[in-house]
């Protein structure tokens, strides 16, 4: 069974500092992987996909993949208030499979 | 310009009633998907199709049936609601079928309350 996990959180990190957020999934056959952040009662958006092992830059925000590790990072640099929101990883097999998101928190 | 949109944003029925759900894309994608997001905002993808063909469907209850005019709509009509139905429903598209770098752009959502 193909899965994709996150800590569900919620993540506080102080406004300023780095948010590291974390998503695991279970079949090493994977293509590609999405970050979507997603507001309290709005719909999911995209912030950026990688299918490379590495690091991609955009912005504030750095994914970072691993696929011996099968782990796939996203990095807020200068966090702001307006980041707090859900963050949903997405897997794509044969279809895509978003992970349960976890909520972060910036304090200001 | 709205790139995916909804109607209704807002749905509260009954047990037992009949409802739909519509979504339209102006962005020219070939795909488009339902997804399911409950109460613990897990997002779960419902149905998919492609060019007006059903690709993916998920274990769902057949009281929900999708229905694809053309390529860009994909309506979703529910039978005899239940209460385990209350959700946010998302329509979704994309350029391609689980490519590489197939983003998917979501509509507004519809909120779904069944009394």
């Known amino acids: 069974q193909k899965e994709v996990e996150q800590n569900s959180g919620p993540l506080s990190v102080p406004e300023g500092a780095i948010a590291s957020l974390n998503c695991t999934y279970s079949d090493r056959g994977s293509q590609s992987f999405f970050w979507y952040r997603q507001y309290s009662g709005k719909s999911p958006e995209l912030i950026m996909f990688?299918?490379?092992?590495g690091d991609k830059e955009d912005g504030r925000f750095t994914a970072q993949l691993n696929k011996a590790s099968q782990y796939v990072s996203l990095l807020i640099r200068d966090s702001q208030p307006s980041d707090s929101a859900t963050y949903l990883c997405a897997v794509i097999w044969d279809k895509i499979i978003f992970g349960k998101g976890t909520r972060l928190h910036i304090l200001p | 310009d709205t790139a995916v949109s909804q109607t209704p944003k807002y749905l509260v029925t009954q047990m037992g009633n009949d409802k739909s759900i519509k979504c339209e894309q102006n962005?020219?994608?070939?795909?488009m998907y339902w997804y399911k997001q409950d109460s613990k905002k897990f997002l779960k993808i419902m149905f998919s199709y492609n060019n007006k063909e059903l690709i993916i469907n998920e274990t769902v209850p057949n009281r929900f049936s999708p229905k694809s005019p053309d390529k860009a709509h994909l309506n979703l009509h529910i039978n005899s609601l239940e209460l385990g139905d209350s959700a946010v429903y998302f329509c979704?598209?994309?350029?391609?079928?689980?490519?590489?770098?197939?983003?998917?752009?979501f509509g507004p959502g519809t909120r779904l309350t069944v009394l």
């Open positions: 962005l020219g994608h070939d795909t």
């Open positions: 979704a598209s994309s350029q391609g079928l689980a490519g590489p770098t197939d983003t998917q752009y």
């Open positions: 990688i299918y490379s092992n």
